[in-house]
């Protein structure tokens, strides 16, 4: 089993382990006794986790109190499931001596930790990923919220974890198309901060499509690696940690605007390509690159332009409601090339004119 120490200073320990293997989920109960002893436990999961059995297997025969998200997914990222959460807690009697335990993908992810940060002013929550997507990313780093009617991750708060467990073998029941998707975080870790990891991506892919634990612990070792060091270096976002974001900006005004009828990744994907074709714009790029990008994707079966309903338009809107706009309008980050992400005056994301963009998105139909 691998181990990586995540340095927050504002987590009460100043540190928290992301420890990554296979096969031990059914082991890992009687950890976290051992690890948070003095706790009362809560667990946050979704339907689809009864579904493959991994509630179970995790908790065996411990009666724990529980709240099962339903309908699973992102059409449950609101604060109404947030404030049902609170209640169900309230009712289970349960205090500050509350122990969260989010067990399942970015959703659930990102729901727990904002229940985390809010309930009697703050209770530590722990992560257990079962996806690609929040073994990549979502489960590390403390940024947790839900959705408003109007925008993606509208509601929030950092919130690091006091630990996270990548159990990799969890993601064999993971349904095709979500664990392609998810796949999409690991290329965006390797763009923006690895050209080696980007290489492994590349000449391994046979091996990760069919979900070979060695190739999967491997991945989730590069993700956990790069995603700590970006964390440590700016906790809550002030600069660096933006270039996290790279394909976000666009891919979450896809993602919202397509009623989220793509999966994250798939937003994600189409917005890494729209990112890629602003680096061209602006001489930042050549075709190459690109298309090695795209051939990955293609791999992975992610879209690489805009369904057609989507409209210039309703982007643009979504794009100027952005959580990090200012007057109406996100900075960008783009890449100088695989690993290396453009800087100007010491800032890691960029201004790119809404002339520059509305092009791209053009060119993306």
Known sequence: MSEITVKI?????????????????????????????????FIITDENLDKTGHLQTLLGKNDVPKFVIKPAGEISKNINTVIAIMEAMEKASLGRD??????????VGDIAGFAAAIFKRGVPVIH???????QADSAIGGKTGVDSSLSKN???AFRHPAAVYI????????GDREYRAGLVESVKHALIADAKYFDFIEKNIGAILARENDALEKLAVHNCEIKAAVVEADPT??????ILNYG?????AVESVSGYELLHGEAVAIGIIAAGLIEKELGLADETRLERVRRVFSRLSMPVSLPSKISRKSLLETISRDKKAVNKWPPFVLTEKIGQVHR???????????????????LLK
Not at 98 to 107: K, N
Not at 167 to 174: G, N
Request: glycine residues 10%.
């Open 344 to 362: 100007q005056n010491g800032n890691w994301a960029v201004e790119v004119k809404q002339e520059v963009v509305e092009k791209i998105l053009d």
């Open 167 to 174: 159990d990799v073998a969890t993601l064999k029941t993971l």
């Open 237 to 242: 976002e002030k600069n660096q940690r933006r």
């Open 98 to 107: 509350t122990l969260v335990v989010g067990l399942g993908g970015g959703t």
């Open 248 to 252: 976000h900006t666009i891919g979450h």
């Open 128 to 134: 257990i990923p079962t996806t690609t997507v929040a």
């Open 154 to 156: 509208a509601f929030g």
């Open 9 to 41: 200073p504002a987590v009460p320990a100043g540190s928290y382990k992301i420890k990554i293997g296979s096969g031990f989920l059914a082991k890992l109960w009687q950890q976290i006794n051992s690890d948070f002893n003095r706790r009362n436990k």
